[in-house]
């Protein structure tokens, strides 16, 4: 079984940062791809950044340039900073990864439980 933990949400003033770190575990054998997620009330769930196993990086216009998506293979780990933040990067945020498992064909897909940041003054 697989399992993606995120950590390092929290609440933080406009303007702050946060660090968010997703550590996937279990029986791994690659991760094809890693990715952030959120979704606010009310709202559908969004990408926020993406990264491939090649360090290939993928960003909508509504966090370009302020957030930075970065992996680290070696701990099956993947990090999301987040800087000059807004009220609007309110939500739960997400980790997501594309990967193969050593017992069975295919590629599969998993979630986090997910992790509030709240932007606040």
């Known amino acids: 079984q697989v399992q993606l933990v995120e950590s390092g949400g929290g609440l933080v003033q406009p303007g702050g940062s946060l660090r968010l770190s997703c550590a996937a575990s279990g029986s791994i054998r690659t991760i094809n791809v890693m990715a952030w997620y959120r979704q606010a009330p009310g709202k559908e769930r969004e990408l926020v950044a993406r990264i491939t196993s090649g360090g290939n990086t993928n960003y909508p216009d509504s966090v370009k340039g302020r957030f930075t998506i970065s992996r680290d293979n070696a701990k099956n780990t993947v990090y999301l900073q987040m800087n000059n933040l807004k009220p609007e990067d309110t939500a739960v945020y997400y980790c997501?990864?594309?990967?193969?498992?050593?017992?069975?064909?295919?590629?599969?897909?998993?979630w986090g439980q997910g992790t509030q940041v709240t932007v606040s003054s």
């Open positions: 997501y990864a594309e990967l193969t498992v050593t017992y069975i064909i295919g590629t599969y897909q998993y």
